[in-house]
């Protein structure tokens, strides 16, 4: 199987799910931190336009696809690659470990009111966890190093983002050298909706981005 694949001209990782909890292993018994990221179309056709976007996705440590229509756009058809990513295998198989090695966390969402739906989030499905510090950054406007200061001062083993994109790019791109984790896992705001909320709203946006990144495919493939 493929182990990288380039759609719209980013290249992805193309991972099964075991293969991709043997790098997070690894990862996790390292000593700089790693970084991870859920890949949606929404990122991909916004990558287009926005070149900062688009480095941040190349230069992650592990690009997970979170979306099936990603994969059949660059060429994909294995029916386990499609399978595992429809059902967000790697996100439950990711939550099932940390949960069992009682791994620290930190939680980072743009607003107070997303912050308290993903402590929720995480309360409900992986008590197991442990949240050491919690930041809403629209409640920290121009105390950005106070929170990534907050943040070493845990030295939680994951640090789990809901940010929107690019915003959660921007970030991690401005402060992954000054972050003292083992783990980024960028779940970006649509985090809710993939993992059971909100599915009507869901499939709009998904059918929304789908037709878009048709179009650009179909053109990109043209010029080249």
Known sequence: ???????????????????????VETFLNGTA????EDISMEMLVKAQEDEALRDSIESL??????E?????????H????????EEQQFFAEFMK??????RTVCLVADTGQQLSQLQSFFRENYGKLRILKSFALEECVGDVEGVVNDINGESPDIIFSVLPVPEQEYFLMEQRNKLN??????????????????????MA???LHRGIMKRMVSKYDQEK
């Open 68 to 76: 099936q229509e990603i994969l059949k756009a660059a060429g994909v």
């Open 33 to 36: 931190m790693s970084t991870i």
């Open 61 to 66: 440590d592990l690009a997970v696809i979170s």
């Open 78 to 85: 294995s029916p386990q690659r499609l399978r595992e990513t």
């Open 97 to 102: 470990r940390a949960a069992r090695d009682n």
């Open 1 to 23: 199987m493929i182990k990288k694949i380039e759609i719209l001209g980013i290249q992805l990782d193309n991972y099964t799910v075991q293969e991709a909890m043997g790098k």
């Open 181 to 202: 984790a083992g783990i980024w896992y960028g779940m970006g705001s649509g985090y809710a909706s993939v993992h059971g909320v909100s599915k009507i709203k869901r």
């Open 205 to 207: 946006k998904r059918l």
